[in-house]
T-cell receptor, first 115, second 116 residues
Framework: KAGVTQTPRYLIKTRGQQVTLSCSPI?????VSWYQQTPGQGLQFLFE???????NKGNFPGRFSGRQFSNSRSEMNVSTLELGDSALYLC??????????????FGPGTRLLVL | DQQVKQNSPSLSVQEGRISILNCDYT??????FLWYKKYPAEGPTFLIS?????DKNEDGRFTVFLNKSAKHLSLHIVPSQPGDSAVYFC???????????????FGKGTKLSVIP
């Protein structure tokens, strides 16, 4: 079974631009969560989607948004990029709706650099 | 089979005292551990983490201890404050230090109530 895939793997943007990251979960998984990983802040939860509905949202500004499609694929968008948005963005999928109650499978991440 | 276990579903502590939250794991392949705090209707918030090569990590009032031989992890909060009242999740990762994808497994959480 193929794992979680994320595209693109690397991205360089400038301040003020916007970016869209994509995540394809493991086949059959309906829950997709997004995390931001930085050296200083560790792994921070962004949001979680299940059946095209946002179930949980972390403490991030409204510039960070996401959506999930009927095939469970998810996209994350960051508008008006700031230097501090430079990070590794991880997507994780799981079978059920409560991602913290079961094992999540992470993709390789998208490394975003904002200049 | 639950690989990450938090055997106490709830814990009550007096304000100012120490809160100790425990976590046991069964998978010896876990190489990175995290604690998350979760308020109702919010996603988990990362608190503190520890690599399997260490036995202690401190960040302000929060200290995480790792006992690999016992496969036991604990989070100490000193002093406890009413704002610390939340559900605390222990999480463990396999393959963290390698390239590519890894698995993150959460425990079921312990609800901490800090009484003023």
């Amino acid at each position: 079974k193929a794992g979680v895939t994320q595209t693109p793997r690397y991205l360089i943007k400038t301040r003020g631009q916007q970016v869209t990251l994509s995540c394809s979960p493991i086949s059959g998984h309906r829950s997709v969560s997004w995390y931001q990983q930085t050296p200083g802040q560790g792994l921070q939860f962004l949001f979680e989607y299940f059946s095209e509905t946002q179930r949980n949202k972390g403490n991030f500004p409204g510039r960070f948004s996401g959506r999930q499609f009927s095939n469970s694929r998810s996209e994350m968008n960051v508008s008006t990029l700031e230097l501090g948005d430079s990070a590794l963005y991880l997507c994780a999928s799981s079978l059920g709706v409560l991602a913290t109650q079961e094992t999540q499978y992470f993709g390789p991440g998208t490394r975003l650099l904002v200049l | 089979d639950q690989q990450v276990k938090q055997n106490s579903p709830s814990l009550s502590v007096q304000e100012g005292r120490i809160s100790i939250l425990n976590c046991d794991y069964t998978n010896s392949m876990f190489d990175y551990f995290l604690w998350y705090k979760k308020y109702p209707a919010e996603g988990p918030t990362f608190l503190i983490s520890i690599s399997s090569i260490k036995d202690k990590n401190e960040d302000g009032r929060f200290t995480v201890f790792l006992n690999k031989s016992a496969k036991h992890l604990s989070l100490h909060i000193v002093p406890s404050q009413p704002g610390d009242s939340a559900v605390y999740f222990c999480a463990a990762i396999t393959g963290y230090s390698g390239a590519g994808s890894y698995q993150l497994t959460f425990g079921k959480g312990t609800k901490l109530s800090v009484i003023p």
